[in-house]
């Protein structure tokens, strides 16, 4: 049992016990649905090389001193990401910045765990079946048809919010830290796998074409910015969940060390996926440019034709599974820390309390996907799209610019030198870069996604 499980006044919080902890932790925030669909299909339609490299250039450049700037709020005060600014920044508005987070745990948990009971049906499916049988057009219906259902995949989604809460209410170490600490090799290990034999399929050196070859032609500064908005929403920055995290870790331990870590192993992950995606995608002559149709329609015909392709669809989908319980633990835990320490609930009440309401926006977001298809039209859009919508266009970039705006301009050298350094024990040789890109490079770049994400830039 941790403090927080038996009583929420207890003084001793709750935190990471190794540093392994806290990156395996962190990089399975990080590593989620956005890395292994997501990221690849943008790749491929943006250019190839030329957008990995601008990619690469904006995680190391903006995602690696955000990520940190993150980690030292959540460290020097010690709170969840409300908490956190309200006691660095009394008196002020700051807090809502807490505020906007939690926000956006409810938006992003809504649609992310809607598509987390897909892998889950999907999983099933491909054990039960392998799709042995499917074609295009059958995988389309039956993709169609489970939407479309509702009850099915409301009922995916409540389990894996059930999985999600167990293993929050379980803790910081013997929760979170103890579950990503397994499942986060595992994940490597069958990425690597299913990288390795899409890679030895005959026909598969074109998918790494795709996915690798720069065309300069394509980028374009909408190419640019998106780039940017991916390097955010795959690095889990932007809503306080690493705040949350960056308050568990020790005060011995080296935040820009982890939080370099943290960003390659996302990138790589990203990567691997494309590798494990594109060559066998080619190598089977099916359509790349999917979009979200690409892992739940076009992989499981990859799959279909593939020898083995029974073994290696369940790793997939168990893959997927894995990515998107690792990153929805981190987001509920944004809120859980929330109540536990501002409403002094306890760590199970709190849990129970988020899990249920959030689950009750997600299942609207569900079912406006199937049977509420017609009726909760919103702006446009499904609530569904609406609530990916705002998270990632609006509230992570105007959260990472506050966040940045924050540590540069309030917290400022002394403080941040002091958290970043441990009191003057690290050396932090690259203090004067960072403080350079939270100031100035950061807060521009991020208005500049937003500015765009908006379409402000058609508007002019
Ligand atoms: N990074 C995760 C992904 O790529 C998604 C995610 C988890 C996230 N927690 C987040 C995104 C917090 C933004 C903020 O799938």
């Given at each position: ?28 925030s ?7 669909w ?18 690469i ?80 057009e ?27 809460a ?9 929760g ?15 990425i ?25 032609s ?29 308050s568990y ?48 329609i ?21 893959l ?8 929805t633990?981190?987001?509920l835990?944004?809120?859980v ?39 909760l ?41 002091n ?15 960072f ?21 402000l830039?058609?508007?002019?």
């Open positions: 049992m941790t403090s927080f499980s038996n009583s929420s006044d207890s003084s001793i919080r709750d935190s990471f016990g190794s540093k392994l902890g806290i990156i395996a932790a962190a990089a399975g990080a590593v989620g649905l956005g890395n292994i997501r990221f690849p299909y943008v790749v491929g339609e943006n250019g190839g090389g030329a957008f990995l490299l601008i990619y250039g904006f995680v190391l450049l903006i995602g690696v001193p955000v990520m940190l700037a993150e980690f030292t709020i959540g460290r020097k005060a010690q709170l969840n990401a409300f908490g956190a600014f309200r006691k660095l920044a009394p008196k002020s508005l700051w807090f809502l910045i807490g505020v906007m987070g939690i926000i956006a745990a409810f938006t992003i948990l809504s649609f992310y765990s809607t598509v987390s009971g897909w892998t889950l049906q999907y999983l099933l499916e491909a054990s039960k079946t392998g799709f042995v049988g499917s074609t295009n059958s995988l389309q219906t039956d993709f169609n048809s489970f939407m479309a259902n509702g009850w099915l995949p409301v009922f995916w989604q409540l389990l894996f919010m059930g999985l999600t167990f293993v929050v209410y379980s803790g910081v170490k013997n979170i830290e103890k579950y990503t600490k397994f499942l986060m090799p595992l994940l490597l290990i069958i690597i796998v299913l990288g390795i034999n899409s890679l030895l399929l005959p026909g598969g050196a074109k998918g790494l074409e795709f996915l690798f070859k720069p065309d300069f394509k980028i374009t500064m909408s190419v640019v910015l998106e780039a940017l908005g991916q390097a955010f929403f795959s690095l889990s920055i932007g809503m306080g969940v690493l705040i949350t995290y960056g870790i020790q005060k011995s331990d080296n935040l820009s060390n982890t939080a370099i870590s943290v960003s390659l192993t996302d990138t790589l992950i990203a990567i691997l996926a494309g590798v494990a995606i594109f060559p066998a995608v080619f190598a089977f002559n099916v359509n790349p440019g999917e979009g979200p149709g690409l892992v739940f076009t992989l499981p015909l990859v799959f279909e034709q593939m020898t083995g392709g029974y073994f290696f669809a369940i790793l997939f989908f168990l997927l599974a894995i990515a998107a319980l690792t990153s633990i981190s987001v835990e944004v809120v820390a929330y109540l536990v320490e501002e409403k002094k609930m306890t760590r199970l009440k709190a849990t129970i309390i988020s899990a249920s309401s959030i689950s009750l926006v997600g299942v609207i977001c569900t079912l406006s996907l199937g049977p509420l298809k017609n009726e039209i919103l702006f446009g859009m499904s609530f569904f799209d609406l609530m990916d919508y705002v998270s990632a266009n609006i509230l992570l970039p105007f959260g990472g610019f506050l966040i940045v705006v924050f540590a540069g301009w309030v917290l400022g050298r002394n403080q941040l030198h958290e970043i350094s441990n009191n003057g024990v690290l050396k932090a040789s690259l203090f004067n870069f403080l350079f890109v939270v100031k100035y490079l950061a807060p521009i770049a991020i208005a500049l996604v937003f500015i765009n994400q908006l379409n830039f058609d508007a002019l």
